[in-house]
């Protein structure tokens, strides 16, 4: 008999909500593919970044992983003056480094063990290297593998340590090839050059920073193979990746003019007492090319950071941030190119060339000197009288303000500032030079602005700037991007790069540059640049006397004086800014001028420029000036008055600014031409150095004159033409500063005569 259904089935019972719905299992489906498509993108893409991104990367940290190594210093680039003379070179040197992975290997096989292993080479390195020995010890106990213990290091005490190492069978200490800049020169050019750190890359300022990558080259590795913990891998193969040298460098400097500069600045520090330093910058008007910069006070490249002079020597810690604060804003500061100052009346020659080019003035234009009344102030001559009414050209010579800000007043503001832009004072001059600083000038100027401007006040400019708007006043009106580096070389000698002359535009015409330097001659011959002015060298150029923001309160005043000759071929232009000098008042006529005096000479005869003399320079040789009196006055005082006058001195005995002057050469009230020496004893047990007197027979008189300055020697002739006799005979040692009296014959007339004689 059949049971009836009760609707229930026997063992587990199914619901249906429990078995699966066909839609949900194909969202979960979709859900978990593109879940593992998703994660498959980033893999993929993370193993492409990793591969093709950074693959050289990763292969480079895998491979130092897997490698260790000591690094092979490169020999950094030599650098040279314009002539080939060495002003920078690397020089063999060593590197000590230390395994401690060898060292700790070996120390445990040590009789002692690893820690009297360790005080052993401790022991050993510090005597010979001078090293604290706890400190050395200290990282000898370090972790990691390789340790570097000392670098640059001479050859001999490198040697010393090869020595030791074979004496005491030494292994983990390892001896490598280094190289150390050295300077042959000292001081000399020691902004423009720079100097390197202990890593061997430039620091601070000059070349060795603006050209480190090109000097620096690429190092070297000694190689060896270790394993995961950083042990060296038994293996008798060494790998060796040679360091690669950097290039040399050439600069446009002459090493010669640069000493000649530097003498200078320093006996003028010296001389006018100068507080804040001086600088001086001469430049080749015809390429832009800087022959010399230098800055006073300078440094030792070999030791930049020993103390400076007038510092205590005892407080001195070399390197340390205090003592790197202090060189940094004094002697590793190089004025010519980080310093910006008012340029006083040396700027007036800006106005002048803005003037004429424009045509709103000619030379012979008369104005009236009167004060200038605008804006509420008052503009008067440094001549409280004026000097009434006087041609532009005169204008210039006399350097009077008033003048100056009528022909700004005629230029009107837009022109006037249009022309301090085209001469380059507003912008840097792109000088291969890191640290070069930018001028202040007005940006939205008023009239009384531009005013004062004319004549060179209350706008800050570098001695960069001013020497290469002057250098455009002496070529014809081209003003050139400053060239300091001539050309890139390898070892070979190959040219790798070569900077040529950049033409930054042309500001004036080559007939203004010709007025302009006709009115600055005049003002070196005749007006107050006189102390500027050398026999048969036609020297133009500008004084400049301008204010500080201390003036009234230190009485620092920036003393200048811009030149360029010879005036009518120029070949130089030579830029002398003295700051705070404080012997003998400020006058930009009288410090500045009489060191840029000097250097015109010397560079000019050093340049084997010929002397041509003027009408007035043939006068001036018959001029006779009387020798003061010095004795019993001291050196600082008898220097100073020299210095204002047309002599040259040569001191005996100490030359301190307080000794005394117990006698003189020649004797006070002795008449002697220009440009005569007098010799200053301070000590008359001192020898002087004696020449020999030369034959001037059948020489000009000029040429006579220089033969016999630049011998130390002086002159008295009555008379232009050859000369036919002298006083001391040819061949005879005298003491410097002896007086030679010439016979002169004028060949036209053939009569030698007296009647030429000018009292001084």
Not at 282 to 307: E, K, R, W
Not at 522 to 533: E, N, P, Q
Not at 716 to 728: C, F, H, K, P
Not at 738 to 750: K, R
């Amino acid at each position: 008999m059949a049971r009836k259904s009760s609707g229930k089935i026997s063992g587990t019972l199914l619901s249906t909500e429990s078995v699966p719905n066909n839609k949900n299992i194909k969202i979960w489906s979709w859900v978990a593919l593109s879940v593992c498509i998703v994660a498959s993108v980033v893999l993929i893409g993370r193993v492409a970044w990793l591969q093709f991104v950074r693959g050289d990367e990763l292969s480079q940290a895998a491979y130092e992983q897997q490698n260790s190594g000591r690094t092979i210093a490169a020999s950094r680039g030599a650098i040279y003056d314009t002539n080939g003379s060495v002003l920078a070179v690397s020089i063999s040197a060593n590197k000590i480094t230390a395994s401690r992975t060898i060292i700790n290997s070996t120390g445990d096989d040590y009789e002692g063990g690893r820690e009297e292993y360790q005080k052993m080479i401790a022991k050993g390195l510090s005597d010979i290297l001078g090293i604290e020995y706890d400190g050395l010890l200290e990282k000898l106990k370090g972790s990691g593998n390789y340790l570097e213990i000392a670098s640059k290091l001479d050859i001999e005490v490198g040697d010393k340590v090869t020595e030791w190492k074979k004496n005491n069978n030494i292994k983990g200490v390892y001896i490598d090839s280094d190289t150390k800049r050295y300077y042959p020169n000292g001081s000399l050019a020691s902004h423009v050059i720079g100097f390197t750190g202990k890593d061997g890359d430039g620091l601070v300022c000059g070349v060795e920073v603006a050209l480190n990558d090109v000097l620096k080259g690429t190092a070297g590795r000694v190689i060896t193979e270790v394993d995961a913990l950083g042990n060296e891998v038994p293996t008798d193969e060494v790998k060796r990746i040679d360091p690669i040298d950097g290039y040399n460098v050439t600069l446009t400097l002459d090493a010669t003019i640069q000493y000649m500069v530097e003498e200078a600045l320093q006996d003028a520090t010296i001389d006018f007492g100068v507080e804040e330093g001086c600088c001086c910058i001469v430049m080749d008007p015809d390429t832009g090319d800087i022959l010399a910069m230098a800055s006073n006070p300078s440094f030792d490249l070999n030791s930049p950071y020993s103390c400076p002079d007038g510092m205590d020597p005892t407080d001195w810690v070399n390197g340390s941030s205090e003592t790197v604060e202090i060189l940094n804003s004094t002697v590793w500061r190089n004025k010519a190119l980080t310093d910006t100052y008012e340029p006083g009346s040396t700027f007036k020659t800006i106005t002048a060339c803005a003037g004429l080019e424009e045509g709103v003035v000619t030379p012979e234009t008369e104005f009236s000197d009167s004060a200038v009344n605008l804006s509420g102030w008052t503009i008067h001559c440094w001549r409280r009288e004026g000097h009434g009414t006087e041609t532009f050209a005169k204008a210039i010579m006399n350097s009077c303000n008033p003048i100056m800000v009528r022909v700004s007043q005629k230029l009107g503001i837009k022109t006037f500032y249009s022309y301090v832009a085209a001469f380059g004072f507003t912008e840097k001059t792109g000088i291969l030079l890191s640290g070069e600083a930018n001028s202040v000038i007005h940006t939205n100027p008023t009239e009384i602005d531009m005013a004062v401007a004319s004549f060179g006040q209350r706008l800050q400019i570098t001695p960069l700037q001013l020497v290469s708007a002057y250098s455009a006043v002496a070529n014809g009106g081209y003003l050139y991007e400053p060239r300091i580096v001539k050309e890139i070389t390898d070892n070979d000698g190959n040219v790798i790069q070569r900077y040529e002359t950049e033409t930054v535009r042309q500001v004036i015409s080559n007939d203004t540059s010709e007025k302009v330097l006709k009115m600055l001659e005049d003002t070196v011959s005749k007006g107050g640049g006189s102390r500027a002015y050398v026999s048969g060298y036609r020297i133009a150029g500008k004084t400049g006397t301008s204010e500080t923001t201390t003036t009234d309160t230190t009485g620092r005043y920036v003393c200048s004086f811009a030149g360029i000759a010879p005036a009518d071929d120029p070949e130089v232009v030579v830029l002398v800014v003295v700051d705070h000098p404080t012997i003998g008042g400020a006058s930009g006529g009288v410090q500045a001028a009489s060191v840029a005096g000097r250097l015109f000479q010397e560079i000019l005869d050093y340049m084997e420029i010929e002397k041509r003399y003027t009408e007035d320079d043939l006068k001036n040789l018959l001029s006779a000036y009387e020798v003061p009196s010095f004795t019993e006055g001291t050196v600082a005082d008898a220097t100073y008055t020299i210095n204002l006058s047309t002599f040259n001195y040569v001191i005996v005995g100490d030359k301190s600014d307080d000794a005394k002057i117990v006698a003189q050469f020649p004797a006070p009230g002795v008449k002697v031409a220009r440009e005569s020496t007098i010799v200053l004893y301070t000590d008359l047990e001192s020898n002087i150095s004696q020449v020999r007197v030369p034959d001037l027979n059948g020489l000009s008189l000029e040429d006579a004159h220089a033969t016999l300055v630049g011998m130390g020697l002086n002159m008295r002739a009555y008379s232009l033409g050859t000369v036919v006799g002298q006083s001391i005979e040819a061949g005879t040692y005298v003491d410097k500063g002896s007086v030679i009296e010439l016979d002169v014959i004028d060949e036209e007339s053939e009569n030698a005569g007296n009647d030429a004689v000018v009292e001084n």
